[in-house]
């Protein structure tokens, strides 16, 4: 399936989201500096998915230096199959001879995994632009949640700057970043372009957002991007495990709790669970479930006290 973009308007990010997973290519009229463009950009880069640039001869590709321009045309030729073609005849300017040689050597556009580590930080800020009053509230900041115990990954402390490649590895890094990150903090300016593809790659991962200079900014709820924001849907999840035993986030509370230790699922009310909770001893080792079959399937057994039933069943299996 191959998902459409000519313009903007009247979108549904949560829609636009399913439409990008299911996807296997994007079609895409390029606005560099339209916002709810680059919120699709960014979710698209995050998922892995090639893009086909559909406006193309009303757009400068000439030019080496990084931009929003640049780097969505990087990206569309290293998920090309047509490029190079056999004579290399598509191969013209300075950047697509740079793009053939990286393509030659196996780089090729990827799907980023939700990996999140402990006490990680993705910080999202001005980096351009920024006054020298935000520097310094970002720059303390960053101090103060290291002496917490964080590990923050600032792009423009973290994220080399210079890119051969109109951005595309400036883009990378940072959604590397974002993907192993256990939640995404942001010092909200509303003018920054670079900030709204970061929170488009973090949208895409479920990753929870918290917003640093609330009381600072004014936000509009008739603004794509401060209404984005403001009601960031995955501040209010659940967090689940799945099949494989991957924590991910949901809108949906989980139906059975389990024990990640002793691998071992029940109902939310089981008395066993909840007085060993009580004790102080469960909580560490306490994670949730959708259904059954996801449980099973992540390798947990059913509890012998809340759920008898199922767990003879269990057990006569074993025994076979």
């Known amino acids: 399936m191959v998902v459409k973009y000519l313009n903007y308007e009247n979108l549904n990010i949560d829609e636009e989201l399913k439409k990008i997973e299911q996807c296997e290519r994007a079609d895409l009229v390029l606005e560099p500096s339209n916002k709810k463009c680059l919120f699709i950009l960014g979710m698209l880069f995050a998922k892995g998915k090639p893009i086909r640039i559909l406006n193309k001869k009303g757009l400068d590709f000439t030019v080496t230096k990084k931009s929003f321009t640049l780097m969505p045309y990087v990206w569309s030729l290293l998920g090309r199959d047509s490029f190079p073609n056999k004579k290399y005849s598509n191969v013209k300017t300075e950047m697509e001879q740079r793009v053939e040689n990286i393509k030659r050597l196996g780089v090729s556009i990827k799907e980023f995994q939700n990996n999140p580590k402990k006490k990680k930080i993705f910080l999202i800020c001005p980096v351009r632009n920024a006054t020298d009053e935000q520097r310094k509230w970002i720059e303390d900041f960053v101090v103060q949640k290291r002496k917490e115990g964080y590990t923050i990954h600032a792009p423009h402390l973290h994220t080399r700057q210079e890119d051969m490649f109109g951005g595309f590895a400036i883009c990378t890094q940072n959604a590397e970043a974002v993907a192993t990150s256990s939640e995404i903090d942001i010092y909200y300016d509303q003018s920054s372009t670079g900030s709204v593809f970061d929170l488009g790659v973090a949208y895409a991962l479920h990753k929870p957002l918290k917003l640093l200079n609330e009381k600072e900014v004014t936000l509009d709820n008739n603004d794509f991007m401060d209404r984005i924001v403001s009601t960031w849907k995955y501040?209010?999840?659940?967090?689940?495990?799945?099949?494989?035993?991957?924590?991910?986030?949901?809108?949906?509370?989980?139906?059975?709790?389990?024990?990640?230790?002793?691998?071992?699922?029940?109902?939310l009310d089981c008395p066993s669970a909840n007085r060993w909770i009580l004790k102080g001893s469960y909580a560490a080792n306490r994670v949730f479930f959708m259904d059954e079959a996801t449980a099973i399937a992540a390798g947990y057994r059913p509890c012998a006290v809340c759920m008898p039933e199922e767990y003879k069943k269990w057990k006569e299996k074993v025994k076979k």
């Open 235 to 267: 501040n209010r999840a659940y967090k689940l495990q799945d099949q494989h035993g991957k924590t991910y986030l949901s809108e949906t509370p989980g139906k059975l709790g389990g024990n990640k230790r002793l691998k071992i699922y029940g109902r």
